[in-house]
Each structure stands twice: as structure tokens, then as C-alpha cells.
């Protein structure tokens, strides 16, 4: 229950395309949803995140859709450059005790000039 | 505003020694996790410290411990290497109560 399952594992796109990575969690109790962006060589840092009232969250190019009931989240980022080539870990957590973080496996993402 | 600083980069250690990582937490923030992120995976958390004191621990052998400073400065030891510790390992800052951890850069601690 604890699993946050990530796919797809890799994904290569256009440049100009959209990239979709999907998430899908078991424990209802999660109450905070995160998305990591992680250079080679460099930890992982927050890009955007949602709660479960919301359903949607756009920050610039990068959109998080929710499906409460479903149980899934996913990434969107629009219009997708070179430089967005990177992996990507969507994660879970509690707002409370430790705000720890369930991470997924990673999405590695290329973009294609 | 500083962010998290990890030391070493990298490091090379033989199965069964002992090793210390550390961290330096970002300005303002008092809450101290690391997290373990073996080749091709997710971080992997394995505990954290507020007030100096371990607040919550995730699925890790006691042979991992840490200790946190006054400065909110961190430590991570591990005893008694294994191959399979070979992994980045990460030190993420936040302030208690809240969401948004600060992560460095890692260690890549290889045991061979």
C-alpha cells in the first residue's frame, strides 16, 4: 500500500510534443502529490505539486492532472524542450509526522531537437 | 540563500568498512532526511531528524544511523558496508510542519 507505480520507464519525444508520465497509488491516506525533476549528477528538485481536492495544477508548461477516484496522477509538460531531458519521479506523502516521501521509479525523458 | 551541501561527491569504500556522509542543511530549514536512490530507482527514504533527535525511520537496518547538530547540520553513518549500499545518496533540508524538501547533490558511495 505504501507503492507509488510510475510508468513509462523511458519516453522520447519531439521537441514541441507533449510528455505524458502517469502515476497510480494505493493508500488513500496520501495527502500530497510532487513531482521531482533530476539532472544527471544532481539531486532532485521540486517542479510541481498537488493536492487530492484539486484536480488540475498548471504551472507554466508543466501541468498535473488527479484522479481521485482512480487513484492517479500524471505529468503533462506542454510544448517540451531539449532542456527539459531529465528524469522525473512523481512521489506521495502524509501531511503530517514525518512528511516523508514515497517515491515512483523514475520516467527518463528525452527530448528530441 | 544557501541550498543542502553534501560531502564527499564520491566515494570508494570496501565491504565491512564504516563511512560518514554529510549534509548541510539550507538556510532556514530545521528538519534534516536522507534518502537512498540505488542505480535506475526512486529515493528511498531512511530517516530523518528534527531537534537532533531521529524523528522517523523507513525500511533500514540499525547498522544505518545518523545524528543531527545544533547547526541542523547532518551526519549519515553506515557500518559494516555491503555491496548493495553501493547507491546515491541524498540529504533533503525542509522546515518542520511543511511540505518542500531542499535536496543536494548526493554521495555516490560505490562499495566493492
Known amino acids: 500500500q505504501q507503492q507509488v507505480k510510475q510508468s513509462p520507464q523511458s519516453l522520447i519525444v519531439q521537441k514541441g510534443g507533449i510528455s505524458i508520465i502517469n502515476c497510480a497509488y494505493e493508500n488513500t491516506a496520501f495527502d500530497y502529490f510532487p513531482w521531482y525533476q533530476q539532472f544527471p549528477g544532481k539531486g532532485p528538485a521540486l517542479l510541481i505539486a498537488i493536492r487530492p481536492d484539486v484536480s488540475e495544477k498548471k504551472e507554466g508548461r508543466f501541468t498535473i492532472s488527479f484522479n481521485k477516484s482512480a487513484k492517479q496522477f500524471s505529468l503533462h509538460i506542454m510544448d517540451s524542450q531539449p532542456g527539459d531531458s531529465a528524469t522525473y519521479f512523481c512521489?506521495?506523502?502524509?501531511?503530517?509526522?514525518?512528511?516523508?516521501?514515497?517515491f515512483g521509479t523514475g520516467t527518463r525523458l528525452k527530448v528530441l531537437a | 540563500e544557501t541550498g543542502v551541501t553534501q560531502s564527499p561527491t564520491h566515494l570508494i569504500k570496501t565491504r565491512g568498512q564504516q563511512v560518514t556522509l554529510r549534509c548541510s542543511s539550507q538556510s532556514g530549514h530545521n528538519t534534516v532526511s536522507w534518502y537512498q536512490q540505488a542505480l535506475g530507482q526512486g529515493p528511498q527514504f531512511i530517516f530523518q531528524y528534527y531537534r537532533e533527535e531521529e524523528n522517523g525511520r523507513g525500511n533500514f537496518p540499525p547498522r544505518f544511523s545518523g545524528l543531527q547538530f545544533p547547526n541542523y547540520s547532518s551526519e549519515l553513518n553506515v557500518n559494516a558496508l555491503e555491496l548493495d549500499d553501493s547507491a546515491l545518496y541524498l540529504c533533503?533540508?525542509?522546515?518542520?510542519?511543511?511540505?518542500?524538501?531542499?535536496f543536494g547533490s548526493g554521495t555516490r558511495l560505490t562499495v566493492v
Open positions: 533533503a533540508s525542509s522546515l518542520a510542519g511543511l511540505h518542500g524538501y531542499t
Open positions: 512521489a506521495a506523502s502524509y501531511t503530517s509526522g514525518t512528511y516523508k516521501y514515497i
